[in-house]
């Protein structure tokens, strides 16, 4: 069973500072990973997805990278900015019977950028 | 498009009472997932649908819940009855299997919170 595993639980940076939240996962046969984004009360909102045959996606400030072989992928943030502060969740998807696909989900790094 | 739809947005209901949540996926995405976050477990993948056909529910906790999905742009999930431990956020997302690149993506709605008392 495909378990996900998001490290630190909660991290408190000052404005400006780059950053790095951790993702691991057990069984490297994926066929993509999708980091998200949850502000307080709100619905989950698509930063970045990473195919498995992909090593880094980036948008803007935010820059994912995959290695699949160590199961673990990293999501970077430059020069943090108040407005990034919110929970962020890194998801493992998996093909599998029939072309079925599921999303298996870390629990989340709360992220609070101080100004 | 005006993304996923979800229905109430805020639920408080009583012990025992059947709770029903509503769904509307984004136009021609033919994947719909119904998820529960809790504190304690996260997110949870209780049961989705391809092509309005439900393929893996083994995720719904007990007999209590069930969903369907008549058509291809709404899909329900229902509980009754409900008891105080199924209070939590559900979520549904849907997706486009037949998509190059953004093949597979996720796109959620914005939730509803189900207070049980």
Known sequence: ?115 | DAGVIQSPRHEVTEMGQEVTLRCKPISGHDYLFWYRQTMMRGLELLIYFNNNVPIDDSGMPEDRFSAKMPNASFSTLKIQPSEPRDSAVYFCASSLSYKGEGRWEQYFGPGTRLTVT
Do not use: H
């Open chain 1, 1 to 115: 069973k495909q378990e996900v595993t998001q490290i630190p639980a909660a991290l408190s940076v000052p404005e400006g500072e780059n950053l790095v939240l951790n993702c691991s996962f057990t069984d490297s046969a994926i066929y993509n990973l999708q980091w998200f984004r949850q502000d307080p009360g709100k619905g989950l909102t698509s930063l970045l997805l990473i195919q498995s045959s992909q090593r880094e996606q980036t948008s803007g400030r935010l820059n994912a990278s995959l290695d699949k072989s160590s199961g673990r992928s990293t999501l970077y943030i430059a020069a943090s900015q108040p407005g990034d502060s919110a929970t962020y969740l890194c998801a493992v998807g998996v093909l599998g019977w029939a072309g079925s696909y599921q999303l298996t989900f870390g629990k989340g790094t709360k992220l609070s950028v101080i100004p």
